[in-house]
């Protein structure tokens, strides 16, 4: 049951180019979406969030789309830098009361210098 | 910045056994949750903890499966008699309410290897 799905395992991409990573959901009661970053061995980091209310919310490098009519989202990180070479989780809630999320895949983001 | 601690780092445990798996939550947080990455696959809620109880847990969290807050700090994983598929990352998260902009805080996590 893959509520939220990450199509592409993997991504590389050229410092200072536009890094755009998606995520597809299916279930029409999530209401809030979240990007998270993992490096190996560590674990998840808060990324950016958008309510389902926005269609776009942005913070600095990294901005969020949301299509709900497409159920689709994205994360566009620009100009992307080595240091964001990660797995970005894309993560959904649909506000019930505990904040449980439901988590993608992941893509590993490679950024060649 | 405060951080959510995990320990031990790695734990290898043999089928059968039983075994613990601690986390120091940030200090004024109050919703506690384990979530798991069995390798190569997503990242999957387990269980959800709130004044002193449950309030929302997965199929995956079965009988074997207990969470408990001892003290003041520690929140804790156990599980009774692991399985082989019990191998996976577990990560502990906590936040310091479950309202939106409010995300969860996750440890580096716990590798639990089962032979």
């Known amino acids: 049951d893959q509520q939220v799905k990450q199509n592409s395992p993997s991504l590389s991409v050229q410092e200072g180019r536009i890094s755009i990573l998606n995520c597809d959901y299916t279930?029409?009661?999530?209401?809030?979406f979240l990007w998270y970053k993992k490096y190996p061995a560590e674990g998840p980091t808060f990324l950016i969030s958008?309510?389902?209310?926005?269609d776009k919310n942005e913070d600095g490098r990294f901005t969020v789309f949301l299509n709900k009519s497409a159920k689709h989202l994205s994360l566009h990180i620009v100009p992307s830098q080595p240091g964001d070479s990660a797995v970005y989780f894309c993560?959904?809630?649909?506000?019930?009361?505990?904040?449980?999320?439901?988590f993608g895949t992941g893509t590993l983001l490679a950024v060649q210098p | 910045e405060p951080e959510v601690t995990q320990t031990p780092s790695h734990q290898v445990t043999q089928m059968g056994q039983e075994v613990i798996l601690r986390c120091v939550p940030i200090?004024?947080?109050?919703?506690f949750y384990w979530y798991r990455q069995i390798l190569g696959q997503k990242v999957e809620f387990l269980v959800s903890?709130?004044?002193?109880?449950?309030?929302?847990k997965s199929e995956i969290f079965d009988d074997q499966f207990s969470v408990e807050r001892p003290d003041g700090s520690n929140f804790t994983l156990k599980i009774r008699s692991t399985k082989l598929e019990d191998s996976a990352m577990y990560f502990c998260?906590?936040?310091?309410?479950?309202?939106?902009?409010?995300?969860?805080?996750f440890g580096n996590g716990t590798r639990l290897t089962v032979t």
């Open positions: 998260a906590s936040t310091e309410d479950r309202g939106r902009r409010s995300p969860l805080h």
């Open positions: 279930n029409s009661m999530f209401d809030y």
């Open positions: 958008i309510s389902s209310i926005k």
């Open positions: 993560a959904a809630s649909d506000g019930g009361a505990t904040n449980k999320l439901i």
């Open positions: 200090s004024n947080h109050l919703y």
């Open positions: 903890f709130y004044n002193n109880e449950i309030s929302e």
